[in-house]
């Protein structure tokens, strides 16, 4: 059925990834301090496929205290986030673009558990929240995704956590598998998600 052509365009699904323990083992210290020390899981870069097969796009929503305190350098983090942006191309499953708060105030509006990267993120690329999923292994990652409006959120690990994410799983490898099985499949309606 041919929609309206006063309707507004609706927005693109996305799935939001918090970073470090998810796209990368997670640091030993307290960042990822270097490049050299900036691990992709190649479960990651599989889940990313599942995510476009599915007509998803993929933003990356990261704390990085780290840059504002000097540990993490910003050149650093630019060749962390070129490698990401490169390796995920090479798989197919490109990542849209990648927010960083180097906020240390926890009431900063970006700063998760606050949902400020999330809400401009889709603001800047036209994301439909209600159809949006977070993913991330700290119940800070979990609390921002429900605060912005996400359809959906994912917790990765096996602690405890106080927030109440919609699916649990343990390994960033059990994300392909919850994405062939839950994420809804959008690719027919978004084959062209830059459309007028
Ligand atoms: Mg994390």
Not at 50 to 78: W, Y
């Amino acid at each position: 059925m041919e929609s309206k052509t006063t309707e507004p365009t609706p927005g693109k699904p996305c799935v939001f990834f918090d970073r470090d323990g998810i796209a990368n083992v997670p640091p030993t210290t307290r960042y990822v301090e270097k490049a050299e020390h900036f691990h992709l899981y190649p479960e990651f870069l599989q889940a990313l496929q599942v995510v476009h097969a599915k007509g998803f796009v993929a933003i990356m929503i990261t704390n990085q205290k780290g840059i504002s305190t000097g540990h993490t350098p910003q050149e650093e983090l630019d060749a962390m986030h070129a490698r990401l942006r490169h390796d995920a191309e090479l798989v197919g499953a490109p990542v849209l673009d990648i927010y960083v708060c180097s906020e240390p105030d926890d009431r900063h509006p970006d700063r998760k558990p606050n949902p400020g990267m999330l809400l401009r993120a889709a603001a800047d690329h036209q994301v439909d929240l209600s159809r949006s999923w977070m993913v991330g292994d700290h119940g800070t990652d979990i609390a921002a995704g429900q605060r912005a409006g996400c359809h959906k959120t994912v917790y990765v690990g096996t602690k405890a956590i106080e927030e109440h994410p919609d699916y649990r799983v343990d390994h960033v490898a059990d994300l392909a598998p919850l994405f062939t099985n839950h994420l809804p499949d959008w690719s027919a309606t978004e084959a062209r998600p830059c459309a007028e």
